[in-house]
T-cell receptor
Framework: AQSVTQLGSHVSVSEGALVLLRCNYS??????LFWYVQYPNQGLQLLLK??????LVKGINGFEAEFKKSETSFHLTKPSAHMSDAAEYFC????????????FGKGTTLSVSS | GAVVSQHPSWVICKSGTSVKIECRSL??????MFWYRQFPKQSLMLMAT?????????EQGVEKDKFLINHASLTLSTLTVTSAHPEDSSFYIC???????????????FGPGTRLTVL
C-alpha cells in the first residue's frame, strides 16, 4: 500500500531563509508524488509533481523537489522564503493506477517571520 | 489549467437536515471525482471515489447511506450529507480527473472546498 510521511508538523523560518519540508513515501509501485499548498479556508493548489521523468522537479513560486529513490524521499525546498509562503503544505502519493485517489501526508505548517 | 468549482462555499444547517454540495469541472470532462473530508488542522481523508455513471466506492468507515454521492454527468458530482449532525461539521473538498484525457499524468484538480457547520 502507498503512504507518505511528512516529518515535522510545523516548520518556522525567517524571511529569506531556506525552506525545507520533508516527505518520505512508501509505495509498492513506481510512485507518482505531489506537493500541494493550502491557504486558510481554501482548496489545494498544486506546487509540483513527480511522474517518473526528471528526478529534480521544479514547481511554481520558486519551489522544487528532488525524488530520491534510495532514500524514498521527495523533500520540498525553496532557496529563499517569502512571507507569502506561510501556509499548510501537503505531500501526496497516488494510491494506484491512473484514476485513483491521492493519499495525503498529515501536512506541515510553514511559518515565515520577518 | 483545469478548473473545478464547488457550491456552496460554506453552509450552516440545523441538526437533522440534509445538505447537498456540488462539485463541477468547468472546462474538462471528469470521468472520476473524489470526495475528501478535512477536519481542522488535519489532513485530507478520502471519503469516496465517484465514476461517472457508476455507483460510488466508499472508503472503509464512511457510511454510504449518510453521504450520498451522485455522479450523473461528466461535469457534475454531488455529495449529500443526510440527517446532518454536529460531528459532520467539516471542510469537504472534491477533486476531478480524467486519466485518459488531456491530463494524462492523472493530475487531480481540486475544488475550493465547502465548509459545513451543523448546529
Amino acid at each position: 500500500a502507498q503512504s507518505v510521511t511528512q516529518l515535522g508538523s510545523h516548520v518556522s523560518v525567517s524571511e529569506g531563509a531556506l525552506v525545507l519540508l520533508r516527505c518520505n513515501y512508501s509505495s509498492s509501485v513506481p510512485p507518482y508524488l505531489f506537493w500541494y499548498v493550502q491557504y486558510p479556508n481554501q482548496g489545494l493548489q498544486l506546487l509540483l509533481k513527480y511522474t517518473s521523468a526528471a528526478t529534480l522537479v521544479k514547481g511554481i513560486n520558486g519551489f522544487e523537489a528532488e525524488f530520491k529513490k534510495s532514500e524514498t524521499s521527495f523533500h520540498l525546498t525553496k532557496p529563499s522564503a517569502h512571507m507569502s509562503d506561510a501556509a499548510e503544505y501537503f505531500c501526496a502519493v497516488r494510491s494506484g493506477q491512473a484514476g485513483t485517489a491521492l493519499i495525503f501526508g498529515k501536512g506541515t505548517t510553514l511559518s515565515v517571520s520577518s | 489549467g483545469a478548473v473545478v468549482s464547488q457550491h456552496p462555499s460554506w453552509v450552516i444547517c440545523k441538526s437533522g437536515t440534509s445538505v447537498k454540495i456540488e462539485c463541477r469541472s468547468l472546462d474538462f470532462q471528469a470521468t472520476t471525482m473524489f470526495w475528501y473530508r478535512q477536519f481542522p488542522k488535519q489532513s485530507l481523508m478520502l471519503m469516496a471515489t465517484s465514476n461517472e455513471g457508476s455507483k460510488a466506492t466508499y472508503e472503509q468507515g464512511v457510511e454510504k447511506d449518510k453521504f450520498l454521492i451522485n455522479h450523473a454527468s461528466l461535469t457534475l458530482s454531488t455529495l449529500t450529507v443526510t440527517s446532518a449532525h454536529p460531528e459532520d461539521s467539516s471542510f469537504y473538498i472534491c477533486s476531478a480527473t480524467n486519466p485518459s484525457g488531456l491530463h494524462s499524468y492523472n493530475e487531480q484538480f481540486f475544488g475550493p472546498g465547502t465548509r459545513l457547520t451543523v448546529l
